[in-house]
């Protein structure tokens, strides 16, 4: 079954590290979303890329890159870990340009940093 | 930018009864979609029930129904029956162009046995 995965699932990490979280997807899909979720703010899109070397940032994307090199992923850097990042992080993918196409969430990673 | 709000924070109901979750927004677009989602303690995000602006017909999917009020801006979400596996954190989201999702705060909602 085709399915979205995300690695590691929890990571604690010092200030100032660079840190990267994997995306991995069998769908297939053209898009690609990174979100972040904090307590009362539900999730907040952080990059996003709709197919291979197309990159693009969302609402929260300070601190953050992403970079597209093939469908099945999209890595997620945090370039100098700080301590306002610590948060779950959210991978989803979807299939198309239709509004009304579902997007597919990975299981999400827990993210510290300390 | 649309903007969507979920006013409230936590909700309680008894198991086999009805809660209503409510949920506004914001947007200047005439095309979009709606859309709410579960997470459960396991954190997954489930899609419950989505709902295209341009049809007035309310969706359904079991035991979840929505009232959508285009004018008002409203998309509220029913459940029906409750069941001591709805207890989650339900978000509701917008979509219009580009297929980027804008999420609610979320309202935490508990089925008492």
């Known amino acids: 079954d085709a399915e979205i995965t995300q690695s590691p699932r929890h990571k604690i990490t010092e200030t100032g590290r660079q840190v990267t979280l994997a995306c991995h997807q069998t769908?297939?899909?053209?898009?690609m979303f990174w979100y972040r979720q904090d307590l009362g703010h539900g999730l907040r899109l952080i990059h996003y890329s709709y197919g291979v070397q197309d990159t693009n940032k969302g609402e929260v994307s300070d601190g953050y890159s992403v970079s597209r090199s093939n469908t099945e992923d999209l890595p997620l850097t945090l370039e100098s870990a700080a301590s306002s990042q610590t948060s779950v992080y959210f991978c989803?993918?979807?299939?198309?340009?239709?509004?009304?196409?579902?997007?597919?969430f990975g299981p999400g990673t827990r993210l510290t940093v300390t | 930018a649309q903007t969507v709000t979920q006013s409230q924070p936590e909700m309680s109901v008894q198991e086999a009864e009805t809660v209503t979750l409510s949920c506004t927004y914001d947007t200047s677009e005439s095309n979009y979609y709606l859309f709410w989602y579960k997470q459960p303690p396991s954190r997954q995000m489930i899609l419950v029930i989505r709902?295209?602006?341009?049809?007035?017909q309310n969706a359904t999917e079991n035991r979840f129904s929505v009232n959508f009020q285009k004018a008002a801006k409203s998309f509220s979400l029913k459940i029906s029956d409750s069941q001591l596996g709805d207890t989650a954190m339900y978000f509701c989201?917008?979509?219009?162009?580009?297929?980027?999702?804008?999420f609610g705060g979320g309202t935490r909602v508990l089925v008492k046995p």
């Open positions: 709902q295209e602006a341009y049809k007035q």
């Open positions: 769908w297939n899909h053209n898009n």
């Open positions: 989201a917008f979509k219009a162009a580009g297929n980027k999702l804008t």
């Open positions: 989803a993918s979807s299939e198309g340009q239709s509004g009304a196409a579902e997007q597919y």
